[in-house]
């Protein structure tokens, strides 16, 4: 690995263009390839053979796990899980013959959120804070902070934790309902479209 002066690292055989920015303690393993105009914040993992694309942007302690690919137009905040072979793509309606690169659509992943193996992200949509995407899953439409969505297209089956363990919740949420995570002691209200985290005073 070769180290850079802020305590990033950058295996021999990955690629890292000019203007692309690593934050502290980011490693960028094998066959990675990150381009320019790239932010990629600290303590970021990418695995073998992911590809980050211009003006893709990676909050905090992102994990990109191997052969993963991020589009112009991908956003993660903090704390982000992109699970193995995942796919983001930037363009709605794709065709070789005709040139789109003016039409890419943003895709933004919430601080927390988890993206299983082998899901695919339709571009335009926006994941909620600490939600849940099943491996397989393919995300049409936005996905709720704290929801857990599987299937092809992904639909809503429950809620999750911070923490990642399943709430004991069916799909719809009443605004009266209460409920804490038996793992971690974490609680939370019905609000709205789904649930929001109880603030301790």
């Not at 502290?24 to 694309?53: E, Y």
């Not at 990676?58 to 193995?84: A, H, M, T, W």
């Not at 393919?138 to 709720?144: A, I, Q």
Request: contains cysteine; neutral net charge; charged residues 20%.
């Amino acid at each position: 690995m070769r180290e850079l002066p802020n305590g990033a690292s950058v295996h021999e055989s990955a690629y890292v263009d000019d203007e692309s920015v690593l934050g502290a303690g980011t490693k960028v393993w094998h066959f990675a390839h990150v381009m320019a105009r790239c932010s990629i914040g600290p303590a970021c993992n990418l695995g073998q053979n992911v590809v980050v694309m211009p003006r893709v942007t990676l909050g905090r302690n992102v994990k990109v796990q191997n052969n993963v690919s991020l589009y112009e137009g991908v956003i993660c905040e903090d704390d982000v899980f992109l699970g193995p072979s995942m796919v983001f793509t930037n363009v709605y309606n794709p065709r070789s013959h005709v040139s789109r690169k003016n039409e890419y659509r943003e895709t933004l992943v919430r601080k927390g959120a988890s993206i299983g193996a082998n899901a695919t992200i339709v571009c335009g949509n926006t994941l909620g804070e600490y939600c849940f995407v099943g491996a397989g899953a393919v995300v049409t439409r936005d996905v709720p902070a704290y929801a857990m969505v599987v299937g092809v297209p992904a639909r809503l089956v429950g809620w999750v934790c911070q923490c990642g363990e399943k709430l004991p919740l069916l799909a719809r949420v009443p605004d009266a309902v209460r409920v804490q995570c038996e793992s971690c002691g974490e609680r939370y209200a019905g609000g709205g479209e789904g649930i929001v985290p109880i603030a301790v005073v």
